[in-house]
């Protein structure tokens, strides 16, 4: 059974960074593209980036490139988006989800990370 | 900003039929780029709905059904149920972003 399990939700105040977690399971984790999306509260879907854990080829949407960053590490099976200095409009639920086919469907999606980010 | 349009709201009575538009450009639908459709139910992750403009994942209902023309997507939810009730999102691929984009969702009442 092909699985996504995100990290907990994450209390953070501004400036501070961090990084969430996406673990994959029940398929070959390098061989499709995971992508992340945001959901501010009571808004709609946002698609960030996307990342091949096979080769770590990472591309942005132009609205998130140099606010985040993916990553990947194939030897866990896990993918990462990380913040080097959150801000109030970061607060928002964060999805993990894979492309069965490159920048096409998202056919698995995690259980989403809620950040709030608040001083 | 989305770069596809949907209708904030549609509704309906147990039964009915629902159709959701979904209005893109020549960047994204009209280019031929395949519309792929979620439904989220509330307080949960979106789920694959349709696939490939009109396509169904195995355990979707057959209620559920996708077609495409020009720059526009439709959803069309038959015989409607109370379950029904959630947010749905169309999704393609933008080439003038080099990435995917969402529609701006609605969100389906049952009267």
């Known amino acids: 059974e092909v699985q996504l399990v995100q990290s907990g939700a994450e209390v953070k105040k501004p400036g501070e960074s961090l990084k969430i977690s996406c673990k994959g399971s029940?398929?070959?984790?390098?061989?499709?593209?995971i992508g992340w999306v945001r959901q501010m509260p009571g808004k709609g879907l946002e698609w960030m980036g996307i990342?091949?854990?096979?080769?770590?080829?990472?591309r942005y949407s132009p609205s998130f490139q140099g606010q985040v960053t993916i990553s990947a590490d194939k030897s866990i099976s896990t993918a990462y988006l990380q913040w080097s200095s959150l801000k109030a409009s970061d607060t928002a639920m964060y999805y993990c989800?894979?492309?069965?086919?490159?920048?096409?469907?998202?056919?698995?999606w995690g259980q989403g990370t809620l950040v709030t980010v608040s001083s | 900003q989305s770069v596809l349009t949907q209708p904030p709201s549609v509704s309906g009575a147990p039964g009915q039929r629902v159709t959701i538009s979904c209005t893109g450009s020549?960047?994204?639908?009209?280019?031929?780029?395949?519309v792929h459709w979620y439904q989220q139910l509330p307080g949960t992750a979106p789920k694959l709905l349709i696939y490939?403009?009109?396509n169904r994942p195995s355990g979707v209902p057959d209620r559920f059904s996708g077609s495409k023309s020009g720059t526009s997507a439709s959803l069309a939810i038959t015989g409607l149920q109370a379950e029904d009730e959630a947010d749905y999102y169309c999704?393609?691929?933008?080439?003038?972003?080099?990435?995917?984009?969402f529609g701006t969702g609605t969100k389906v009442t049952v009267l």
């Open positions: 989800a894979r492309h069965r086919v490159p920048l096409q469907q998202l056919d698995y």
């Open positions: 029940g398929y070959s984790f390098t061989s499709y593209w």
């Open positions: 990342i091949y854990p096979g080769d770590s080829d990472t």
């Open positions: 020549s960047s994204n639908i009209g280019a031929g780029y395949d």
């Open positions: 490939g403009n009109s």
């Open positions: 999704q393609s691929y933008d080439s003038s972003l080099s990435g995917c984009v």
